[in-house]
């Protein structure tokens, strides 16, 4: 069981940063996959970035490539997100799911546990 807790959103005008974390207990979550995941208002959940158990391998989402950057140290994940825009407005959430060497997840249906999501609001 892994239990996932966000932090670090709020209220940022365009073109500002904010850093969220999402921190994680669990026996074995260092060998856990982790995503962040984002919902506008009216719109599906989706895919912000994804990072593999080590660290090593990540991957974006195209709104979001050369702005935002996904790490993790231990039981951290880490979104720093810069040159942030009104679009960006959304409840962001963590997530993560045991996965083998390398491997990330990007579908939310992929995904076994949740975070219980923060908010980012980005004003024009």
């Known amino acids: 069981q892994v239990q996932l807790v966000e932090s670090g959103g709020g209220l940022v005008q365009a073109g500002g940063s904010l850093r969220l974390s999402c921190a994680a207990s669990?026996?074995?979550?260092?060998?856990?996959?982790m995503g962040w995941f984002r919902q506008a208002p009216g719109k599906e959940r989706e895919l912000v970035a994804a990072i593999n158990w080590s660290g090593d391998t990540t991957t974006y989402a195209n709104a979001v490539k050369g702005r935002f950057t996904n790490s993790r140290d231990k039981n951290t994940v880490v979104l720093q997100m810069n040159s942030l825009k009104p679009e960006d407005t959304a409840v962001y959430y963590c997530?993560?799911?045991?996965?083998?060497?390398?491997?990330?997840?990007?579908?939310?249906?992929?995904?076994?546990?949740w975070g219980q999501g923060t908010q980012v609001t980005v004003s024009s």
């Open positions: 669990g026996r074995t979550f260092s060998v856990y996959a």
């Open positions: 997530a993560s799911r045991r996965l083998g060497l390398g491997e990330i997840a990007t579908m939310v249906t992929d995904y076994d546990y």
